[in-house]
C-alpha cells in the first residue's frame, strides 16, 4: 500500500474544512464545504473570510473571538450553535445554523500558522426546533437519526428525572440477587439515605433479611408474577444509627423483561403508608376509648338514678337530688375536659360545690393540688354528697351554721381534707345505709385506698380524709 | 327473676358508683358478696385468700391497669369468670375472648341472664 495521500484525503473528508492564515484569509478549503458555502475554490483562496462572508452581528464577533483565541492561546475552541447567514453566489441570503470547530495548526516554533475550521450545518434542526410541525421525512436520514437519538436521549434523561424525584418511591433491582440500579430520592429518603446502588438487597438492607420481602422478590423473579401489597407492614431502618421502625407500605414488585422475555430484574413502586395508618390506628383507640367511656358514664348515671330512686319515697326530692347528682358529675367532666382529661385541682372541685353559698358561712383554703382523673369523678361526687348534707341538715340548714373547708398534703404526700361543720345544735348522726356514708367510706376507702374518719362532734360533723399519693396522683390511661 | 340465693360471688369494681348497683343488683338476686376489691393489688390479695367463690365478676379496666393478674388466679382455682367492660368482647385480649362478658351499663336481667350458666341455673328466660 503505497503511502497515504493527505491533500486528497482532506478534500474527500464528508464533513467540511477549510483553513484560514493568521490574517484570517481563506489558504484550503474541502469539496464539502464548497458545497455548504457554494463556491469555488479559487473565489475562495486568499480572500478575507470576513469580506466574503462579511456579519457584524454577535455571530459574527463571536466567530472572530473564537479564531482570536485560537491564535492567541494555541487552544482548540469549539462554537456549539452559531446563527450564520451566507450570501449565495447570486446575492441572496440564507439563514444558516451552524456547529463550529476551531483547531489551531502550528509552525515548527510551536506558534499558531493557521487555524482549521471544521463545521457542521446544523439549520435543520434549527428549522425543526423552529416549527415543531416539520415533517421527519423532509430531513436528511443523518438528521433524523441524530434528532432521534437527541430526544431519546432527552426523553430518557426526563423520565429518569420524573422517577427521581415522583413522590411514590421506585427502585430497579437487576438479576437473580435483586442489585439497586436505581432509586428515586423518595425510595433513598425510605431507607435513611443509604447507599443502594450496585448492592444487593440483603447487603444494602439487612434488616428486611427475614421478613419475607427477598422470597418474594425471589419469586417474582423467578415466577414473573406481579406481587402486590396493601399496607404491608415491615420493620425499617429509617435513620442511620437508629432501631428499625414500624413502616407501612403499599408496595408491587413487577418483573422487568428483555426484548427475548426473559426476566432481568423487578420493578418496584410504592407509597410509605406510615402516616396513614398511624392515624388510622389512633383513631380507631380513640373511637374504643370514647364507647368506652361513655358507656362507663352511663353505667354511672344509671347507678345514680338507681341509687336515688331506691333510697327516696318521695318522687319530688328523688328527682331533686338526681339532678343535682347528674349536675355533679356534669361539672367534675367539664374540669376534666379542660384539662384534656388530665386532672384538676382540688381547689376548684371544692369551689365548684360551695361557691354558691355566703362567704361567712363557708370558708375554704389550701394550697394548689392536681387530682387525677379518676379522683376527681371520686371526689366530687364526694364533696357534692358533703354539700347536700348540710344543706339538709347540717351547717349550711341553719344561719348561724359555719363550714370549713381546709386541704394539705401532708409529711407522706397523702392529700388530707378536712371538712368542718360548726353551729348545729343537734347533731344527729345519719342513716349508717344512706347513699351519702355508703359513698364516702367507699370512694375514701374502696376505691381512693385512703382513710375516712367521720365523727359527730357537739357542733356538726367533721370529716377527715386522707388519700395516698397512687390514689389521686398516680396517672392512668383512662377511668373505669 | 331467678334466684342465686346463697351464691358466693367475687367482685372487682373500681367505681364506687357502678359498684353500688352491682351489689344492688346481687342482693336482689340472693347473691352474697364474698370477696370485693376497688384496686389492682387489693384484687390480686384477695383473690389469693378468698374462700369457697361460686362466680367472679371482673371490671377489666381497675385505675389504668387490667384485672387480669386477679383472673388468672382465679381461673387457676376454677372459678367461672364473668368480665365487665365498656369496650365490649373486643376489649378482650384473645386469651380470654372465650370467657363471658357483660358490657356496660348493665341492668339487672343482664347480670342474671349472664350469671346463671356460669352457676348452672335455668332462668327460664
Redesign the interface.
Given at each position: 500500500m503505497g503511502e497515504v495521500d493527505y491533500a486528497r484525503t482532506f478534500d474527500v473528508l464528508p464533513s467540511p474544512f477549510m483553513i484560514v492564515d493568521t490574517d484570517l484569509c481563506y489558504v484550503a478549503a474541502n469539496r464539502a464545504y464548497l458545497e455548504t458555502v457554494d463556491r469555488t475554490l479559487p473565489e475562495l483562496l486568499g480572500k478575507s473570510l470576513f469580506e466574503l462572508f462579511p456579519n457584524s452581528g454577535e455571530s459574527g464577533q463571536r466567530l472572530r473571538a473564537s479564531f482570536d483565541s485560537v491564535m492567541a492561546t494555541g487552544v482548540s475552541d469549539t462554537l456549539a450553535y452559531l446563527p450564520y447567514p451566507l450570501q449565495r453566489a447570486d446575492g441572496g441570503f440564507d439563514q444558516r445554523y451552524w456547529t463550529a470547530v476551531h483547531v489551531p495548526l502550528l509552525d515548527d516554533e510551536g506558534r499558531v500558522a493557521y487555524v482549521m475550521q471544521n463545521t457542521v450545518d446544523v439549520s435543520e434542526f434549527a428549522r425543526l426546533r423552529a416549527a415543531a410541525t416539520v415533517p421527519f421525512t423532509s430531513l436528511s436520514a443523518e438528521t433524523r437519526l441524530i434528532e432521534r437519538t437527541r430526544e431519546a436521549e432527552a426523553s430518557s434523561a426526563d423520565f429518569r428525572r420524573l422517577f427521581q424525584q415522583a413522590p411514590g418511591f421506585f427502585a430497579i433491582l437487576s438479576g437473580p440477587r435483586h442489585v439497586f440500579t436505581f432509586a428515586s430520592d423518595s425510595y433513598l429518603r425510605l431507607v435513611g439515605d443509604r447507599p443502594l446502588m450496585g448492592l444487593p438487597v440483603e447487603t444494602a438492607l439487612p434488616e428486611v433479611v427475614g421478613q419475607g420481602f427477598i422470597a418474594l422478590l425471589d419469586r417474582v423473579f423467578v415466577e414473573g408474577y406481579v406481587h402486590q401489597a396493601e399496607s404491608a407492614r415491615i420493620m425499617l431502618l429509617r435513620q442511620a444509627g437508629r432501631e428499625p421502625e414500624e413502616t407501612y407500605l403499599d408496595f408491587s414488585y413487577h418483573p422487568i423483561r428483555d426484548p427475548d422475555g426473559s426476566i432481568t430484574g423487578v420493578f418496584v413502586q410504592g407509597t410509605d403508608r406510615t402516616e396513614a395508618v398511624r392515624a388510622a390506628h389512633l383513631q380507631r383507640l380513640l373511637i374504643?376509648e370514647l364507647?368506652?367511656?361513655?358507656?362507663?358514664t352511663?353505667?354511672?348515671?344509671?347507678?345514680?338514678a338507681?341509687?336515688t330512686l331506691?333510697a327516696s319515697t318521695d318522687p319530688a326530692l328523688a328527682r331533686q337530688a338526681f339532678q343535682a347528682r347528674i349536675l355533679a358529675l356534669s361539672k367534675a367532666h367539664n374540669m376534666l375536659s379542660d384539662r384534656r382529661w388530665h386532672d384538676t385541682d382540688i381547689g376548684r372541685l371544692v369551689r365548684q360545690e360551695l361557691d354558691a353559698f355566703d362567704s361567712s358561712q363557708v370558708r375554704y383554703s389550701g394550697p394548689a393540688l392536681m387530682v387525677n382523673s379518676?379522683a376527681t369523678?371520686?371526689l366530687a361526687?364526694l364533696l357534692h354528697e358533703l354539700a347536700s348534707n348540710a344543706v339538709r341538715h347540717g351547717a349550711l340548714s341553719l344561719p348561724q351554721g359555719r363550714l370549713d373547708v381546709a386541704w394539705h398534703e401532708d409529711e407522706t404526700d397523702s392529700l388530707v381534707l378536712e371538712w368542718k361543720e360548726q353551729g348545729v345544735p343537734h347533731v344527729a348522726a345519719p342513716d349508717k345505709r344512706g347513699f351519702g356514708s355508703?359513698?364516702l367510706d367507699?370512694?375514701v376507702v374502696?376505691?381512693l385506698?385512703g382513710q375516712l374518719d367521720l365523727r359527730y362532734e357537739p357542733g356538726g360533723l367533721v370529716a377527715r380524709l386522707s388519700i395516698p399519693p397512687v390514689g389521686y396522683i398516680?396517672?392512668?390511661?383512662?377511668?373505669? | 327473676m331467678a334466684n342465686f340465693s346463697g351464691r358466693r360471688v367475687f367482685v372487682v369494681e373500681d367505681e364506687t358508683l357502678v359498684l353500688f348497683n352491682l351489689e344492688d343488683i346481687l342482693a336482689d338476686l340472693g347473691c352474697e358478696v364474698v370477696g370485693q376489691a376497688m384496686r389492682l393489688d387489693q384484687a390480686i390479695t384477695l383473690a389469693k385468700s378468698v374462700g369457697d367463690v361460686d362466680v367472679a365478676i371482673l371490671d377489666v379496666n381497675i385505675g389504668g391497669a387490667t384485672v387480669f393478674a386477679a383472673a388468672e388466679i382465679l381461673a387457676e382455682k376454677g372459678v367461672p369468670l364473668l368480665f365487665a367492660t365498656g369496650y365490649g368482647r373486643d376489649g378482650l385480649p384473645p386469651e380470654w375472648q372465650d370467657r363471658a362478658v357483660i358490657v356496660k351499663p348493665y341492668s339487672p336481667q343482664d347480670v342474671e341472664r349472664a350469671l346463671a350458666p356460669l352457676l348452672g341455673v335455668a332462668t327460664g328466660t
Open positions: 374504643d364507647n368506652h367511656r361513655v358507656n362507663n352511663l353505667a354511672t348515671v344509671q347507678s345514680i338507681s341509687q331506691r379518676k369523678i371520686a361526687m355508703r359513698l367507699t370512694v374502696g376505691e385506698g398516680a396517672q392512668e390511661l383512662s377511668f373505669g | -
